[in-house]
């Protein structure tokens, strides 16, 4: 069966520190990965995506992901958080092509202090 | 670019009336729409895909009578929810999928927050 799974479901982190969110997935095929994310009353914004090529992508505010194919993981990293990263953080799936419904993970909420 | 509207942004309605929400993409045109599920602290889950001209595929457990959804142009979807009860009270939100250019992408609305009173 398809399904994204995400390990954590709630991080607090102080300003500063490092982050690193865990993504699993399970998917046959040629997958395409994402990792949104969605500020407090805000809707869904992409962070970065995954299609093909260079497996490490580097996305928008500083956020890089990995996709370790022999892993089936794509876990989400920035090297120093800040209180304006405090969001829902969902990492996403769908088949290669483009014409597949989107998996998405259930979401780690994460709260930055400052 | 690639901007996503829902309207309206909030309803409140009596249990037993029906509401529809609409989702337009403003700056391109979708031939498939996405409509999602959003309960309180938890992941988004897949309603139906719009596919524009054509009937909505609706995932297992997703009642096509409750939750009619009308594709009837490329930049318009719309979703009722009829005969709306309490447990219908969630955070709806749709996506739309380019039909040219960057279509391995959904590009988000800012969702609608449904109160069934």
């Known amino acids: 069966a398809q399904s994204v799974s995400q390990h954590n479901h709630h991080v607090i982190l102080s300003e500063a520190a490092s982050l690193e969110l865990g993504c699993n997935y399970s998917?046959?095929?040629?997958?395409?990965l994402f990792w949104y994310v969605q500020y407090p009353g805000q809707h869904l914004q992409l962070l970065l995506k995954?299609?093909?090529?260079?497996?490490l992508v580097k996305g928008i505010k500083g956020f890089e992901a990995e996709f370790i194919k022999s892993k089936f993981s794509f876990n989400l990293r920035k090297p120093s958080v800040q209180w304006s990263d405090t969001a829902e953080y969902f990492c996403?799936?769908?088949?290669?092509?483009?014409?597949?419904?989107?998996?998405f993970g259930a979401g780690t909420r994460l709260a930055v202090h400052p | 670019g690639a901007v996503v509207s829902q309207h309206p942004s909030r309803v409140i309605c009596k249990s037993g009336t029906s509401v529809k929400i609409e989702c337009r993409s403003l700056?391109?045109?979708?031939?498939?729409m996405f409509w999602y599920r959003q309960f309180p602290k938890k992941s988004l889950m897949l309603m139906a895909t719009?596919?524009?001209?054509?009937?909505?595929?609706?995932e297992q457990g997703v009642e096509k009578d409750k939750f009619l959804i009308n594709h009837a142009s490329l930049t318009l979807s719309t979703l009722t929810v009829t005969s709306a009860h309490p447990e219908d009270s969630s955070f709806y939100i749709c996506?739309?999928?380019?039909?040219?250019?960057?279509?391995?992408?959904?590009?988000f609305g800012p969702g609608t927050r449904l109160t069934v009173l």
């Open positions: 996403a799936v769908n088949g290669a092509g483009g014409y597949n419904k989107l998996i």
């Open positions: 998917y046959g095929g040629t997958v395409n």
């Open positions: 996506s739309a999928r380019p039909t040219s250019g960057r279509i391995n992408e959904q590009f």
């Open positions: 995954y299609f093909s090529g260079d497996p």
């Open positions: 700056d391109f045109q979708a031939t498939t």
């Open positions: 719009s596919n524009e001209g054509s009937k909505a595929t609706y």
